[in-house]
């Protein structure tokens, strides 16, 4: 039977997530709050929003919900400051919240690429604007951004998707020594295939099921849960001096 780790500096800690209603996020935020920590979440999902709050409803700290598009920079700033306002200076920031649409490239337009970048990669960087100030403040705080495998093992069926999301690290890579004097670490944090409610409904079939036996080192479906454990990891003091890097949770596909 397994057992996971306790972490002492969150409790008590301000978190914010982006895209928590659920799957990943949702985990994100169960995981937090069980730790705890003090945590709000954005996002227009207000029914699964309002199941995620109720299932939690026993958390040290109860989860606060703030609607928010996060392709609306203006929005996304304001519910920043209101969550703030709410649950104090955030100390940590995980940027989860996406879509993986299957588009092709010949169907694509300019206002659907504008859109992906918004909802995969625009709102990673202004949210870590609106948060940078405050933990500073703190003396420090940490900003989990969520990559993905799909770029890396050259996946078809989503190319504004996989750009984004190389674009990720780089963004990373491009805040880590500059935010690090001030000991804010900023850490990719790259699931692989994610089995969720949405992957079970939409693409998991037959061939997925054997490509996941063939590719992964390790059998049995990856789960958010694993991904939330190691947020955790990336959120707590545990995790002091590591910045700048890609920590890959995919069950040793990549």
Known sequence: MSSFASYPSLVGRSVLIT????????????????????????????KGAAALCEAISDARHAPVFLRCDVTDVHALRKSIA????????ISVLINNAANDRRHRLEDTTPEEFEHSVAVNLRHQYFATQAVVAGMRELGG?????????????????????????????????????????????????VPGWVITDKQRELWLDEAGEREIQQKQC?????????????????????????????????????
């Not at 750009?163 to 900023?186: F, Q, T, Y």
């Not at 479906?221 to 890097?245: I, N, P, V």
């Open 141 to 189: 705080g940490s900003v989990i951004c969520l990559g993905s495998t799909g770029w890396m093992i050259k996946n078809a069926g989503y190319p504004m998707y996989a750009m984004a999301k190389s674009a990720v690290h780089g963004l990373v890579n491009g805040l880590a020594r500059e935010l690090g004097k001030d000991r804010i670490r900023i850490n990719t944090l």
């Open 218 to 254: 390790m059998p049995g479906y990856l789960q958010a849960d694993d991904l939330a454990r190691a947020a955790l990891f990336l959120g707590a003091d545990d995790s002091r001096m590591c910045t700048g890097q890609d920590f890959i949770v995919d069950g040793g596909w990549a």
């Open 82 to 89: 209101d969550a703030s306002s709410t649950i104090g200076t």
């Open 19 to 46: 895209g928590g209603a659920t799957g990943i996020g949702a985990a994100f935020v169960s995981h937090f709050a069980q730790q705890g920590a003090r945590v709000a979440f954005l996002d227009i999902d207000e």
